[in-house]
């Protein structure tokens, strides 16, 4: 039987969605600003032929609907693509992968609002006394490695947690992997978790950081996420309770909160999340999905609005792809995509609401423009049909043949 590989290019967006406005993120492009400013800046276009190759560009250009400033290096030569639009609320990562596999977020999550001493007392309170700290740094909305920056030295000295959080749902608690210890981290992170719960947050995050001061504290791959589980059976779990295999990469297994999932490769950087899904897609039977997040786009260059360092990224994925593709068998279905924006060249530093690349490749699949999607729904809706399991319980079924 046929296997899956998904590639999801976390928060790379490819033009504003239609309901933007409502996010402030009218007019908000992932691709074309970072094309852009690699045109106004380095003066020479943003340089990814395999991913143009198997419909990139094609796919941002009718988003987008118009061309992007600078072409991507090659022309579309195979595979079905398009883009999709999110109807679920909210622009963050749960929703996201959730809507993907089936499974829209038709609620509101909780979020913390963007004040000073940001959550509320009595959360504050319980972590403290059931976490036996002497007391917490932060309480606000801030950048990750911004906030470890300024109070990483005072964490250190205190023995006080950095918690923060951002417009998504979520609480982030920072501490340093020696100084307050890895486990103990994320022992903080599962009573946050629990707590959390009556506030309907998505996630709490473990941030651990290393370094001996300011200058040059480091955030670890050793982040660890805590999310609640989908309310509905995701595609993931369709596959595995029919007998298939689900072989998650990276942060995926967190995503799901490790329901429907076989086998986790962790892995953090880009480099060793591209080996790892390598190892993954080696390792994998048939009848498998193999689902692969690359966070380095949104966790280092997106939030941190940094579009050369995100440019360069996706330059150096786009060389590695054919190592990915050289794997692929004669069954095999391949989707390159993402889960939500995330314009490094837009004001502040949250995740922006856009449409996302669908770009489907295999020797089974027909060389066309699909029908552009309404719901990333369609695309679980297109993999269970592939892979032959239960229909997840919405999407749309896209022609691949």
């Known amino acids: 039987m046929s296997r899956t590989i998904i590639l999801l290019m976390d928060s ?4 504003y969605a239609h309901d933007a406005e409502s996010y402030g993120d009218k007019g908000a492009d992932t691709l074309g600003h970072i094309c852009q400013w690699f045109k106004e800046n380095n003066d020479r276009p943003l340089y990814l032929p395999n991913l143009a190759k198997l419909g990139l560009q094609a796919a941002a250009e009718l988003s987008r609907g118009k061309a992007l400033p600078m072409g991507l290096g090659a022309s579309y030569e195979k595979g079905a693509y398009t883009f999709a639009e999110e109807v679920s609320k909210g622009k963050d990562t ?26 509320p007392k009595e959360l504050v309170d319980a972590l403290i006394n059931e976490g036996n700290l002497p007391g917490v740094l932060g309480e606000r909305h ?26 998504d749902s979520v609480l982030q608690i ?29 996630r709490v995050i473990a941030r651990p950081f290393v370094g001996t001061c300011a200058a040059d504290f480091t955030r670890t791959t050793n982040r660890h996420d805590y999310a609640v589980p989908a309310p509905k059976e995701t595609l993931l779990d369709k596959i595995v309770e029919s007998g298939g295999k689900v072989y998650a990469v990276g942060k995926i297994a967190d995503i799901f909160a490790h329901r429907g999932i076989t086998k986790h490769y962790a892995a953090g950087g880009l480099d060793k999340i591209i080996d790892a899904t390598k190892q ?21 260059f997106g939030h941190r609005r940094d579009p050369e360092g995100y440019g360069k990224a996706l330059e150096y994925f786009d060389s590695r792809l054919p190592e990915l593709l050289a794997l692929v068998q004669e069954e095999d279905l391949v989707l ?54 239960e229909p997840t319980l919405t999407g749309t079924k896209a022609n691949l043949f």
């Not at 749960?94 to 959550?119: A, M, Q, R």
């Not at 300024?150 to 023995?159: A, K």
């Not at 920072?174 to 998505?202: M, N, S, T, W």
């Open 12 to 15: 790379f967006g490819i033009g």
């Open 94 to 119: 749960l929703s996201g992968h959730w809507e993907i596999t089936g499974v829209p977020v038709d609620f509101d999550w909780g979020y913390f609002p963007e004040v000073p001493n940001c959550f």
């Open 142 to 167: 801030a950048s990750g490695t911004q906030i470890i920056e300024e109070l990483g030295e005072e964490h250190v000295r205190s023995g006080k947690p950095i918690i923060y959080t951002s417009a």
């Open 174 to 202: 920072a501490a340093h992997e020696e100084a307050f210890g890895l486990e103990r981290l994320y022992d903080l992170c599962k009573l946050a978790f629990k707590l959390v719960q009556p506030y309907k947050i998505a």
């Open 280 to 300: 993954a897609i080696l390792d994998a039977p048939s009848n498998t999905l193999v689902f692969a997040n690359f966070v380095d786009f949104d966790s280092s």
């Open 336 to 389: 390159i995509t993402a889960d939500h924006g995330n314009d490094p060249t837009w004001e502040g530093t949250d995740h922006t609401r856009e449409k996302i690349p669908v770009l489907f490749s295999g020797s089974r699949v027909a060389s066309k423009q699909l029908t552009p999607m309404s719901t990333f729904a369609d695309i679980g809706q297109t993999i269970a049909a592939y892979m032959q399991v």
